[in-house]
């Protein structure tokens, strides 16, 4: 029996729910073909930053006005190889250019920013480029303790808001699980124009060098363990938020992917996994999955989909509480 696999995910058609996520290997048009011969459903391509693009309008602007720049000066301290942003906004616009005549999925870009402001204008320029849709990810660590939740959060919904206003593709918005009330932020974020929500974003956590006593950033890649977040939270948001959910964190096997399905995602992303193990791993996973929805019946995965969310439950707080509550009661010390 031949199981369907296929699924809409921001109104676009995907042959299948596995999404590579935005990662540097669906920065190269070798990459983009790769994946799309190991049969992933679409690609999100590398995030273009808020500092890239104001770099260029920064240096455009210096160019012309042939002034001092203390202000770039004074941040390229922070960020290295500043004076290859101006070239990267440009190239970018034609990675995605190119990469849309190269392969037949859908190809959604990405930004990467926290604050409304002129670089915004980028998003258009993403969609004039060929993009399909476009990832937000709203990468935000709040740091001044006079700032409360609610500012926070209303800058989110008003880069969002922003966003939207300059393209007519679908927009992703890629959060990370740090909100006082998810499920009112992803309301709200869909009421600001979000078609999907993407979750989570991962914050990744330097660590120190106690030789050199330095920041040490690193990129730690995640386990299936990571997913247990995601999948809690899209089994409480499904049916209850008006958007569509997809995974990112912890998407490493065909498992991985089912239970995604199961508590309600459209698609599940792999980042890590895709690194770790090759583009050719997305056909492993696809086959793996066609298979047990086969053994376990499913005709496709619109039937498979959902049917472990609990937001719609009765009363989704105390199945929380309970569940919770089960769990720590029913361990047993095992030193007794
Ligand atoms: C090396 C690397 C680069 C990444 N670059 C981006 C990026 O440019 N934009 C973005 O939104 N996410 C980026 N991510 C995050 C991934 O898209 C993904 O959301 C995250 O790694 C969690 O998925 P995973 O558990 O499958 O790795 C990157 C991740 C890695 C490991």
């Given at each position: 029996m031949s199981v369907d696999l296929t699924t809409t995910y921001l109104g676009l058609e995907l042959k299948n729910p596995l999404v590579a996520s935005s990662t540097p290997m669906t920065g190269t048009l070798d990459g983009v073909r790769r994946l799309e011969e190991a049969g992933i459903g679409a690609i999100v391509l590398p995030s273009v930053f808020e500092e890239e693009i104001e770099h260029e309008a920064m240096e455009m602007q210096r160019l012309m006005?042939?002034?001092?720049?203390s202000f770039a000066e004074s941040l390229s301290g922070y960020f290295?190889?500043?004076?290859d942003y101006a070239t990267r906004t440009e190239s970018y616009l034609r990675h995605i250019t190119e990469a849309r005549e190269a392969v037949t999925i859908p190809v959604i870009g990405s930004l990467n920013g926290t604050t409304n402001g002129g670089?915004?204008?980028?998003a258009k320029r993403i969609e004039d480029a060929g993009a399909d849709a476009l990832e937000l990810n709203v990468y935000l660590i709040p740091?001044?303790?006079?700032?409360?939740g609610a500012e926070i959060e209303q800058r989110y919904l008003d880069l969002v808001w922003e966003v939207n206003e300059q393209v007519s593709i679908p927009v992703a918005v890629k959060v990370g699980p740090?909100?006082?009330?998810l499920p009112n932020m992803a309301v709200r974020l869909t009421e600001a124009g979000a078609d999907a929500i993407v979750l989570f974003n991962r914050f990744y956590q330097p660590d120190i060098?106690?030789?050199?006593?330095e920041v040490e950033p690193r990129v730690d890649l995640s386990s299936s363990q990571d997913l247990l977040l995601p999948l809690r939270w899209v089994a409480l948001l499904t049916g209850r938020v008006d958007a569509d959910f997809a995974v990112t964190s912890g998407v490493h096997t065909a498992a991985d992917v089912i239970k995604s399905l199961l508590v309600g995602a459209d698609v599940a992303m792999m980042a890590s996994a895709l690194l770790k193990n090759?583009?050719?791993?997305a056909a492993t996973v696809l086959a793996e999955m066609e298979a047990w929805l086969d053994e376990h019946e499913y005709a496709s995965v619109d039937q498979l989909r959902?049917?472990?969310?609990?937001?719609?439950?009765?009363?989704p707080d105390a199945f929380v509480r309970a569940n919770y509550m089960k769990m720590l009661v029913t361990y047993t010390n095992p030193w007794v």
């Open positions: 006005e042939r002034g001092t720049d290295p190889e500043f004076e670089w915004v204008n980028y740091t001044d303790p006079e700032t409360v740090y909100f006082s009330s060098d106690l030789v050199e006593l090759g583009a050719g791993h959902g049917s472990m969310a609990v937001g719609t439950a009765p009363n």
